[in-house]
């Protein structure tokens, strides 16, 4: 069964320094997000991403964050300035949308020390 | 904006029994889908059911199945013959119609505990 992948499973960085996480989305999927879950917290979401470009985007999704398509299977989402409280568990999720359910991948812990 | 509510932080099943977790909604919207989704400890998100607000008929997918009172913006997930894989958080979600790619609308979550 296809499924969303993630890479790397877990990031470990210093503040101030930039990360990227990488998705690759299920093949025939079309639209792209990105949520973060604080430990303990609920999921929140980030920005979604359609043919190219932003679709829709959350109060959390400043300056110091981006996404990107760079080719036609990844999907990644960069922190430029990590800050302490990005700390979070990242999910990238994809959806067809002829069915509009999305599907996970198995998350990125990122902790910032 | 929509809201989820989860009322119960946490709740306990004795292996084998039935379990209901509850979630409301608050939307000014007619046309919506509302899923359940399953973190177990490995915090990977795992859809369990998902139902279409204009279906009067309530999802089910094996031993899970939805409560969906559509007036009352209420939507409670029952789960028979409760596993001790079924330990996990559930998460109630929210997801608009209006276009192809809203995001969804999370509940804070309930953490379920299987009693063997």
């Known amino acids: 069964e296809p499924e969303v992948t993630q890479t790397p499973s877990h990031q470990v960085t210093q503040m101030g320094q930039e990360v990227i996480l990488r998705c690759v989305p299920i093949?025939?999927?079309?639209?792209f997000y990105w949520y973060r879950q604080i430990l303990g917290q609920k999921v929140e979401f980030l920005v979604s991403?359609?043919?190219?470009?932003?679709?829709?985007k959350s109060e959390i999704f400043d300056d110091q964050f981006s996404v990107e398509r760079p080719d036609g299977s990844n999907f990644t989402l960069k922190i430029r300035s990590t800050k302490l409280e990005d700390s979070a568990m990242y999910f990238c999720?994809?959806?067809?949308?002829?069915?509009?359910?999305?599907?996970f991948g198995p998350g990125t812990r990122l902790t910032v020390l | 904006a929509q809201t989820v509510t989860q009322s119960q932080p946490e709740m306990s099943v004795q292996e084998a029994e039935t379990v209901t977790l509850s979630c409301t909604y608050d939307?000014?919207?007619?046309?919506?889908?509302l899923f359940w989704y399953k973190q177990p400890p490995s915090r990977q998100m795992i859809l369990v059911i998902r139902?279409?607000?204009?279906?009067?008929q309530n999802a089910t997918e094996n031993r899970f199945s939805v409560n969906f009172q559509k007036a009352a913006k209420s939507f409670s997930l029952k789960i028979s013959d409760s596993q001790l894989g079924d330990a996990a958080m559930y998460f109630c979600?929210?997801?608009?119609?209006?276009?192809?790619?809203?995001?969804?609308?999370f509940g804070k979550g309930t953490r379920l505990s299987v009693i063997a």
């Open positions: 979600a929210y997801r608009s119609q209006y276009s192809g790619n809203t995001p969804l609308v």
């Open positions: 991403f359609y043919n190219n470009e932003i679709s829709e």
């Open positions: 093949s025939n999927h079309l639209y």
């Open positions: 139902q279409e607000a204009y279906k009067q």
């Open positions: 939307t000014s919207e007619s046309d919506y889908y």
């Open positions: 999720a994809s959806s067809d949308p002829g069915y509009d359910t999305q599907y």
